[in-house]
């Protein structure tokens, strides 16, 4: 069993930045695609970023400039900074990863979410 975890959310005011960690434990063989998502009250979860197992990253269009996704594949660890917050980033904030645990079995895992607020 794969088990997620993320730290690193809190309160922060308009401009401001914080960036949540979400590291993976248990018996990995590979780890490829790591994904931040996130939910706001009342909202569908969405895809926030993502990267693959060779660094390519893709990001929705409202943090495009503001967010960065990126990995410590040495750490298990994959981290969003988060620049220039605005009220309506938001969120509880989940990390997801996929992979192998072994050669022929996948892997698929969600974190418990960590929430960011964005407010003065």
């Known amino acids: 069993q794969i088990q997620l975890v993320e730290s690193g959310g809190g309160l922060v005011q308009p401009g401001g930045s914080v960036r949540p960690s979400c590291t993976a434990s248990?018996?990995?063989?590979?780890?490829?695609?790591m994904r931040w998502f996130r939910q706001a009250p009342g909202k569908q979860r969405e895809l926030v970023a993502i990267?693959?197992?060779?660094?390519?990253?893709n990001y929705v269009d409202s943090v495009k400039g503001r967010f960065t996704i990126s990995r410590d594949n040495a750490k298990n660890t994959v981290y969003l900074q988060m620049n220039s917050l605005k009220p309506e980033d938001t969120a509880i904030y989940y990390c997801?990863?996929?992979?192998?645990?072994?050669?022929?079995?996948?892997?698929?895992?969600w974190g418990q979410g960590t929430q960011v607020t964005v407010s003065s």
């Open positions: 248990g018996s990995i063989f590979r780890i490829n695609n």
């Open positions: 997801n990863a996929d992979g192998k645990i072994t050669r022929w079995r996948a892997f698929d895992s």
């Open positions: 990267i693959t197992s060779d660094d390519s990253t």
